[in-house]
């Protein structure tokens, strides 16, 4: 059945990935908005592609009116790179749950269906081996760790969704991306001011010959996910026509791609010495280790490791991760080779 689908942020990273995938693979309709269009030049010539360029902050009225139009709603605007949590954490909360709010509240007024974006950041400091949405415990530090800003604002935005859910009949699923790494993440001029997250700042560092920060040693571990894994999800999430996936937090990461920041390291420099052009200044790379105070600022602390229990994924939506770690890291190299 052709459905319609609302796309806000459609040229971030989730975003692009995904209404690609939605035009290629389906014969579904994206209206989409975003701030930029930098990464939509594939999608901006495709007849089932229809953009608005602006601020979710600033274009309420052509929003209502989109929610009217289609049948689910993705919400993909938000601030998602720490060092903005420690940085500027008023502007975290602003965007990611203060804007947010009136989207979500139009999508219960309208009746349609809601697929937002959570985060495994909001299991925080958890030492559960594994991330359960149903009973992982969520643990941040003080309120002067703005660190953790971010996750108490999704937190707080998937407690009024659920409650959204509960009082008023919002059909809604809620995902988790467990780091989420592929081509396009964020842009190496972020990496180059120190804003990016850690897959984009080692490229940055690999491209350069400069030295990796390992933060606080690089003993903290994450599970990387292949962002075509993430996005194929999503399309399951989205062809949910049983009602399966209502009222459901899925996990979304590759418990296979579990690492230390450290391994992360060492693994992307062998696979940049894959690569002619790289070869020489992935020679130069080598690793400094720096407290994360320093790094990021007094506001910083870090969960050790995040492994996600995808068994309702896995159940609800017969999915499972394919793409291992370095596979995942080549094809970021290889889309950098391909345009340098
Ligand atoms: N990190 C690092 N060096 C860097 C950037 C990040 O060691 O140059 C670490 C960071 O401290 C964290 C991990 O890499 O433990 C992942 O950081 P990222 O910013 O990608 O996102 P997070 O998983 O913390 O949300």
Known sequence: MTKKILILGANGFIGHHLSRRILDTTTWEVHAMDIAQDRLSEQLSHPRFHFFKGDIRLEQAWIDAHIQLCDIILPLVAIATPATYISDPLSVFELDFEANLPIVRATVKHGKRLVFPSTSEVYGMSTDEEFNPETTQLVYGPVTKSRWIYACSKQLMDRVICAYGQQHGLRFTLFRPFNWIGQGQDSLAAAHEGSSRVVTKFLYAILHGQPITLVDGGAQHRSFTCITDGVEALMRILADTSGLADGKIYNIGNPHNDVSVAELANRMVAIAAEYPALRESAA?????????????????????????????????????????????????????????
């Open 284 to 340: 130069k790379v080598h690793f400094q280790a720096l407290p994360g105070t320093d790094v990021y600022g007094s506001g910083y602390e870090d969960p050790r490791r995040r492994i996600p229990n995808i068994a309702a994924a896995k159940t609800d939506l017969s999915w499972s991760p394919e793409v291992g770690l370095d596979a995942a890291l080549r094809s970021i190299f290889t889309a950098y080779d391909a345009c340098a």
